[in-house]
């Protein structure tokens, strides 16, 4: 179920960016819209980018074999990371065509050019908030990437509506100067998507370095571990995201006394106790040291 929700966020969102991409350079060139014809271009690199995040995903969800016995979640990190770079180029891109644009005569602006950029803003919006309730409700990386993605296009469909609406007031009421808000707004859209790329990038990168998890989540487990009797004190306590799965190891100290039985099925406790409580936790590796009351 978890898989199959994923799969169908994912591929709508790649069958909207594909239709998205051909309305805008189709709309764009008809009516000879700079804007929309960028926009496009843009969208088609959404196309390799949500493609990018369906293969990590689809690896991701491989059972741990021989070479990879942690599993392959982080296939999904690195898919996150490699569309934050494409993000990137794309801010990139939107920049530079909206300063180069401040340099040439300001094209003539058509209603339903206005009409196409609209139509892509609202169905980005829409597919950013289903995408994104998915990505967070599966705890997927690639999800929540092709989600920013999403949100990266509703700031370049805002860009281009502004710009094509200003552009059509300018014609109806004679200012000229109006067909300028298009490239200005690109620009303030092409720092705000760079912005998210760094963002997005940074939360990746410290994922695929080994980043432990916040010192929130460890506090959590840390209580949960404490509730079991038999556990006498933390000795070290580390977890880190491994992908959309968390791995957890824990040195803890318990009486010397027990019987490797009775560890067996104190391990076996922590290790439900854990995973009852938080269903994205995938291991939790317990090692007991002997803990003797004189000690303390």
């Known amino acids: 179920m978890k898989n199959t929700a994923s799969m169908l966020a994912i591929w709508i969102s790649l069958a909207s960016n594909i239709v998205l991409t051909a309305i ?32 990590s995903m689809r690896v991701s969800s491989k059972p741990a074999d021989v070479d990879h016995p942690y599993g392959h979640g982080k296939a999904e990190v690195l898919g996150a990371f ?30 339903i050019a206005f009409i196409a950029a609209v139509i892509s803003l609202i169905w980005k919006q829409v597919l950013y908030v289903y995408t994104m309730r998915v990505g967070r409700k599966m705890n997927s990386k690639g999800l929540i990437a ?13 860009a281009a509506s502004v710009g094509i609406g200003l552009a059509l007031l300018g014609d109806h009421f004679g200012y000229g100067f109006l067909a300028y808000g298009d490239p200005v ?50 000795d070290r306590l580390r977890a880190r995201e491994h992908g959309h799965y968390i791995l957890i190891d824990a040195r803890l100290g318990v009486s010397g006394t027990l019987t490797i039985q ?9 290790k439900h106790k854990i995973q009852s409580a938080h269903s994205d936790v995938d291991e939790v590796l317990v090692h007991l040291n002997p803990w003797y009351k004189e000690s303390t």
């Open 24 to 55: 805008k350079i189709i709309v764009g060139l008809l009516f000879n819209s700079q804007v929309l014809i960028a926009d496009g271009i843009h969208n088609a690199g959404d196309v390799i980018a949500t493609a990018t995040a369906y293969s």
């Open 82 to 111: 490699i569309v934050a770079i494409i993000l990137a180029g794309a801010a990139v891109y939107i920049g530079y065509h909206s300063i180069h644009a401040l340099f040439e005569p300001a094209g003539e602006a058509h209603v």
């Open 146 to 158: 092709t989600a920013y993605d999403h949100l990266a296009d509703v700031y370049a469909s805002i």
């Open 185 to 234: 707004a690109g620009i303030i859209v092409s720092i705000l998507v760079l912005k998210l790329a760094y963002e997005m990038g940074q939360d990746s990168f410290g994922i695929l370095m080994e980043r432990s998890v916040s010192s929130t989540q460890i506090e959590e487990y840390a209580s949960l571990i404490r509730s079991v009797p038999e556990i006498k004190r933390i």
């Open 262 to 270: 009775e560890g067996h099925d104190i391990i076996r406790g922590i």
